[in-house]
């Protein structure tokens, strides 16, 4: 106890959590353990979440800790435990649900559409329903079409419901506790291939502001805008990029509703240039919309059209050349980028 007492009087403490550095995966564990500590109204609830601890094990040993009144096996039925779980949140709990993958979170469009989504606008203040609904989402496992989808746009589509898509270990601590906190529904997306990821985590609780992106890397030649694992191969490009001579700057929107456009028009009027990236599919996809406010909002500042690099729009394919072949990735975003810089010449 003394020399925990010493460590937090004189910033030892403080400086190792600096150096600290945890698993995606781990990071989002432990922004459960430890907003379940502090609120008790704060519940989990999926299938095969509490002794399994679940598909991609985020929540194993948690059960043990809080007891299966607090992290809730459920049967194989979405559209009901999201309906229970969006019930809790309308009685006074904060429900976080797990979907085992994004693709079967179609099996519970109900609850989430035409109820969560709408009380808060239907009741006013009478009604809160801080639900957040955690979906392991993506491709690059060869899970095929019914395991691999991200659905992202979908959401985006939907009033009264905020969609959060970290690419960090530090943002998904954080954009989870301030998702948990939040008193509308979030839909919180983690790529599959990020739980491997690991970075700098305090150990302490902190919160990332919903709706703020985040400059991931400077740049002043073109702006690469995207979320998620997209995030890690606009960073790869920008790489591949500078052996070039040029500097691209990397935008990592973090949330995708409510979306930052004053960070996206920002960097874009200093650029002149962007290149739009997303896994979903390209028609009508989350890429489409973001294009979209680029031009909206900052087409006197743009020396070229803006270029998308997303999915192609067919099934995911189990063979793992095939899933390559149609997912974006590093070497797609570095020759869109030189496409538009040398567009016009």
Known sequence: ????????????????????????????????????????????????????????????????????????????SENSFVGIAVGAALAGLRPVVEIMFMDFITLAMDAIVNHAAN???????????????????????????????????????????????????????????????????????ESKLLYSLRGHVPSEPYTVPLGKARVARDGSDITLISY?????????????????GVSAEVLDLRTLSPIDEEAIAKSVAKTGRAVVVAEDNRTAGASAEIACRV?????????????????????????????????????KIYEAAKSLLDWGK
């Open 1 to 76: 106890m003394h020399q925990q007492t010493k460590a937090k009087m004189d910033g030892s403490a403080d400086r190792e959590g600096e150096r600290r550095e945890i698993y995606f995966s781990w990071a989002i564990r432990e922004a459960l353990e430890q907003e379940m500590e502090m609120d008790s109204s704060v519940i989990l609830i999926g299938e095969d979440i509490a002794v399994y601890g679940g598909a991609f094990r985020i929540t194993k040993g948690l059960v043990e800790k809080f007891g299966p009144h607090r992290v809730i096996d459920t049967p194989i």
């Open 119 to 189: 009380f808060r606008y239907v009741y006013g203040e009478q009604a809160k329903v801080p639900i957040v609904i955690r979906c392991p989402a993506g491709g690059g496992r060869a899970y095929g079409a019914t395991h691999s989808k991200t659905l992202e746009a979908w959401f985006m589509h939907t009033p009264g419901v905020k969609v959060v898509v970290p690419s960090t270990p530090y943002d998904a601590k954080g954009l989870l506790i301030s998702s948990i906190r939040d008193d509308n529904p979030v839909i919180f997306i």
């Open 228 to 244: 998620g694992r997209m995030v890690q191969e606009c960073e790869k490009a920008a790489d591949m990029l500078l052996e070039d």
């Open 295 to 331: 031009v909206e909002n900052c087409f006197e500042y743009l020396d070229a059209p803006v270029k998308r690099v997303a999915a192609e729009d067919v099934p995911i394919p189990c063979a793992p050349n095939l899933e390559r072949a149609i997912l974006p990735n590093a070497l």
